[in-house]
T-cell receptor, first 118, second 110 residues
Framework: GAVVSQHPSWVICKSGTSVKIECRSL??????MFWYRQFPKQSLMLMAT?????????EQGVEKDKFLINHASLTLSTLTVTSAHPEDSSFYIC??????????????FGPGTRLTVL | EDQVTQSPEALRLQEGESSSLNCSYT??????LFWYRQDPGKGPEFLFT???AGEEKEKERLKATLTKKESFLHITAPKPEDSATYLC???????????FGAGTRLFVKA
C-alpha cells in the first residue's frame, strides 16, 4: 500500500508555455499533498502544501501565480508551471500523507517529474 | 531555527563493510524523524519512522536508532544495491512541515 504516481515522468517544453503535472495517491486517501523541487545533488525543497478542498500554502520565495496547485480530491493534486522558463527546469516531486493520527505522519513520494524548458 | 544536518555528505564502502550515517537535528519538539532512500532520478522511498528517543527499527541490512539530538542509520554488511542517497527528515511537534537534510550519498563497491 501507499503508492503515489506522477504524470508525466518527464516533459520538455518551450519557454513561455505551461505544463501540468499530476500527482495521485493510488491506494489511499491523502489529506495532504506536498510539492517539492530538487536540483541535482541537492535535497528536497518544499514548494507548497495542499489540503483537499482548500488553497495551497506556499513556502517563502515560491510564486503562487507561477506554480498553481489544485488539490481537487483526496487522491489527486496538480501542479501547473505557468509561462515556464529555462530556470524552472528541475525535478519536481510530489508526496502524499495519509489521514489519521500520530502514526500517519509518513509522506509517500511519487517517482518525480523531470521538467526541461528550452 | 529548525535544522537537520546529515553527515557525511558522501560515504564510500566496500561490500560487507558496515558503517553508520548520522542525522542531527534541532527542533523545539520532535513529532517524528523519518529516513528515506532515494535512487538517482527517482522519488524518495520511505524506510523508517522514529518517534521517541531510544526507539530502534530494522529492515534487512538497515537499522535506525534515535536519541534526543540525533539519529543513526546503521548499515550492516552492505551490498552494491544499497548504493543510494539516504535522506533524513524531521517533523516538529505542532508543525506541519517536514524538514529534510541534504542527504548522504552512499556508494558500495563490490
Amino acid at each position: 500500500g501507499a503508492v503515489v504516481s506522477q504524470h508525466p515522468s518527464w516533459v520538455i517544453c518551450k519557454s513561455g508555455t505551461s505544463v501540468k503535472i499530476e500527482c495521485r495517491s493510488l491506494d489511499f486517501q491523502a489529506t495532504t499533498m506536498f510539492w517539492y523541487r530538487q536540483f541535482p545533488k541537492q535535497s528536497l525543497m518544499l514548494m507548497a502544501t495542499s489540503n483537499e478542498g482548500s488553497k495551497a500554502t506556499y513556502e517563502q520565495g515560491v510564486e503562487k501565480d507561477k506554480f498553481l496547485i489544485n488539490h481537487a480530491s483526496l487522491t489527486l493534486s496538480t501542479l501547473t508551471v505557468t509561462s515556464a522558463h529555462p530556470e524552472d527546469s528541475s525535478f519536481y516531486i510530489c508526496s502524499a500523507r495519509r489521514g489519521g493520527g500520530v502514526q500517519s505522519n509518513e509522506q509517500f513520494f511519487g517517482p518525480g517529474t523531470r521538467l526541461t524548458v528550452l | 531555527e529548525d535544522q537537520v544536518t546529515q553527515s557525511p555528505e558522501a560515504l564510500r564502502l566496500q561490500e560487507g563493510e558496515s558503517s553508520s550515517l548520522n542525522c542531527s537535528y534541532t527542533v523545539s519538539g520532535l513529532r517524528g524523524l523519518f529516513w528515506y532512500r532515494q535512487d538517482p532520478g527517482k522519488g524518495p522511498e520511505f524506510l523508517f519512522t522514529l518517534y521517541s528517543a531510544g526507539e530502534e527499527k530494522e529492515k534487512e541490512r538497515l537499522k535506525a536508532t534515535l536519541t534526543k539530538k540525533e539519529s543513526f542509520l546503521h548499515i550492516t554488511a552492505p551490498k552494491p544495491e544499497d548504493s543510494a542517497t539516504y535522506l533524513c527528515a524531521v517533523e516538529e511537534t505542532g508543525g506541519f512541515k517536514t524538514i529534510f537534510g541534504a542527504g548522504t550519498r552512499l556508494f558500495v563497491k563490490a
